[in-house]
């Protein structure tokens, strides 16, 4: 077989490409910025001064930098983008048009799917690292129909999420947000909801411990993440019969 080079690239075999926030967490398996979750080799991007302050603070100035962060990642190869804070996706729209690649910047853009999943009258429980800046306005913003059946859990007043995620002490004790992401399930659990999106790009490494705690279908960046590159390199089956 003859290959060819592309684009003066010095790396290869990464389809997938992850803008990063400018933030100073220990980023742990199963985080999004993390690239043991992976099953598949992964590019990161970090956007110079976007923290996580203007991520939730939803500040439209950082475009610029976002946008030559991701074109960065499409010239050395990658086939699709998504980040490590889903509230880069006040940006989804005009970046997935600018960028000609694939985009999907936020794992809520799996509600509509869910919707399709859970029993009538069921509502979709979302974990978010803040609800104050989730706002129906935002969730229509990024293309997708607010309705009661979205139902809100914020993790801003946990003690462990919000010094070690919101003010980036340095560290960050896995067991106590296990305990506090469980806590805030099971309180969305006691409202009826039919499924859990963990909205929030660090909260991957605890969907096991909120699915045995809820029974419930847990969603989260990695299923999206996953989903999105099984279409860009589909399985070879290889069997018998």
């Not at 067991?175 to 659990?189: R, S």
Request: aromatic share 8%; charged share 15%.
């Amino acid at each position: 077989m003859k290959y060819t080079i592309k684009n003066q690239q010095v790396s290869y075999g990464e389809a997938m490409g992850i803008l990063l926030l400018d933030s100073v967490i220990p980023f742990i398996p199963g985080d999004v910025a993390n690239a043991t979750t992976y099953d598949f080799p992964v590019r990161f991007k970090k956007v110079p001064g976007f923290t996580v302050a203007r991520a939730m603070g939803k500040d439209d100035t950082i475009y610029a930098d976002l946008l030559a962060s991701a074109r960065d990642l499409a010239a050395n190869g990658v086939r699709a983008v998504t980040g490590d804070c889903g509230f880069m996706a006040l940006h989804q729209q005009r970046l997935q048009q600018d960028l000609g690649l694939p985009v999907f910047l936020s794992s809520l853009l799996q509600i509509p799917f869910i919707r399709h999943l859970v029993p009538a009258g069921s509502g979709i429980g979302i974990i978010t690292a803040g609800s104050r800046s989730l706002t129906p306005s935002f969730i229509e913003a990024i293309g997708i129909s607010p309705g009661p059946d979205l139902v809100i859990q914020g993790l801003e007043n946990c003690p462990e999420f919000a010094s070690a995620v919101l003010e980036e002490k340095g560290s960050l004790n896995a067991d106590k947000i296990q305990d506090e992401v469980t806590a805030a399930a099971l309180a969305l659990g006691s409202r009826g909801v039919g499924a859990i999106l963990l909205e929030c790009s660090v909260l991957p490494p605890y969907a096991r411990a909120v699915h045995q705690a809820t029974g419930l279908p847990v969603f989260d960046y990695i299923t999206m993440i996953n989903y999105v590159f099984h279409a860009l390199e589909p399985r070879r089956y290889r069997g018998f019969m």
